[in-house]
């Protein structure tokens, strides 16, 4: 009779131990990941034409600048550097647009469109020549 009851109480321990570590690995399993899947990004463009040898002056003609599905278009922008300020932008956004384009003086002048993403170029792109020349920047947060 003692030995039905010894192994009755082992019986009910064994049981215990395995509820209370099903629970614990349920509980593990469950554990929200401290992680977001987006995260923010200190953003900045920048535009700039360089003159090159020879004479005349570069003119930047337009700039269009896309974050997600909003655009904004700059015309005309005095002189010849242009920077966005510094923003932030979720990856969720997933896709940066810099276009711009430029009436360049001479054959070596350039147009040189760059995007910083927390403080480092990301992506940058440049025209040389005369005439209007066009830069363009596609970046995409799922590239990273």
């Given amino acids: 009779m003692k030995q039905i009851y010894k192994s009755k109480k082992l019986h009910r321990l064994s ?3 395995v509820a209370l570590f099903s629970v614990v690995s349920v509980m593990n399993s ?3 990941d401290d992680e977001d899947e987006f995260q923010d990004y200190l953003v900045q ?3 700039k034409a360089v003159k090159g040898t020879g004479s005349g002056d570069p003119v930047l003609k337009t700039i269009v600048t896309q974050v997600g599905v909003s655009q904004n278009t700059t015309f005309n922008p005095p002189g010849i550097t242009w920077k966005s300020d510094e923003f932030f932008v979720n990856s969720s956004q997933s896709q940066l647009n810099l276009d711009a384009n430029a009436l360049l003086p001479n054959a070596d002048s350039k147009l040189i469109v760059t995007l910083y993403v927390d403080g480092v170029v990301a992506k940058s ?3 040389i020549g005369s005439g209007t020349k066009d830069a363009s920047i596609d970046y995409s947060f ?3």
């Fill in 30 to 32: 469950c554990k929200e």
């Fill in 125 to 127: 792109d440049t025209a």
């Fill in 45 to 47: 463009f920048e535009v």
């Fill in 142 to 144: 799922l590239e990273l």
């Fill in 15 to 17: 049981f215990l131990v």
